[in-house]
Every structure is written in C-alpha cells, then in structure tokens.
C-alpha cells in the first residue's frame, strides 16, 4: 500500500508538470493562433485532472486485484485444510 501511495504521488506530480506545460505552450501559441492557443489554455487543466484520476482508477484496481489473491489464496488453504481433516 505504500508504494502506491508513491506512485499516486508521482503521477499527480506527472500530471501537474504536463498541465503545466500545455498552459505554458498555450500561452507561446496565442502569439500565432489565438483560438488554438486559448483552447489548449482551457484544456490543459482538464487534461492534468484527468490524468490524476486515470491513475487514481488504475492504482485502486491494482489494490482490488492484490486484495482478491490474498484472499483466494487464504480460500485455498482453508480447503486444503479442510481436504486433509476429510482424508
């Protein structure tokens, strides 16, 4: 559980720096084209949001997916044992 603190860590880091520079290219875009440049403005923050909750949704899936090994695994003892006794 706590390297997927880190790693969510790491990819709202990841997102903020690539939000931030889509802004930073949006802003050097407006001297050129100023709808496309005030588009990727707006959407930049939308992207970086959209990026943090990607991964939140990924990283909480590996979670689930640890959590129902251990727990089949502990199924699976538990009929083992069970197996054994019945012998």
């Known amino acids: 559980v ?3 603190k880190l790693l ?3 990819a709202i880091i990841g997102s903020g720096l690539i939000g931030l520079m889509l802004l930073i290219g949006g802003v050097s875009t407006m001297k050129y084209s ?3 440049g005030f588009l990727q403005i707006v959407l930049a923050p ?18 689930v997916l640890f959590k129902i090994e251990e ?6 003892e538990i009929k083992e044992k069970e197996t054994k006794i019945g012998d």
């Open 34 to 36: 100023p709808g496309a």
């Open 46 to 63: 939308l992207i970086a949001l959209l990026g943090i909750i990607w991964s939140r949704v990924f990283l909480e899936l590996t979670v």
């Open 8 to 10: 969510y860590i790491l």
């Open 71 to 76: 727990n089949t695994a502990k199924i699976s």
């Open 2 to 4: 706590k390297i997927i």
